[in-house]
């Protein structure tokens, strides 16, 4: 028996045509999806620049020039109010103490409908 010389494969095992046909309609796809989107969907060619510069609105905020210094402030005024007495609503007779000095009260007092330990 003479040896085959090269390399083949089984006709039976491997379907050209299918594959070949399966590539064409994906190329197929791939060409003609980018032609046809605009005529599906107009309004995503009037789509604006990723990179483009959105227009300022007169109600937007003004950006912080140095954002840890308005950081720093609005920790150091919340820490002045957090760790001072002070009125929250003087005709109701609401103050404002520090939280130190609530927790020692809480504790020594206990909650108002709870058991004092």
Known sequence: MAEATG????RSDMATKAIAGIAAGL?????????VM????PQSM?????????ALSSNAPP??????????????GDAEITNSY?????DRGIVRVPVKRATEM???KGLP???TP
């Open 46 to 54: 009037r789509h604006v620049s990723p990179v483009a510069r959105p």
């Open 63 to 76: 950006l912080e020039v140095t954002p840890s210094d308005e950081l720093e402030r609005a920790r150091r």
């Open 106 to 108: 809480l504790l020594r």
């Open 86 to 90: 002070g009125w929250v609503d003087r």
């Open 27 to 35: 190329g197929t796809f791939v060409l003609v999806v980018p032609l």
């Open 7 to 10: 390399f083949d494969y089984e």
């Open 113 to 115: 409908g709870w058991p």
């Open 38 to 41: 605009p005529l599906i969907f």
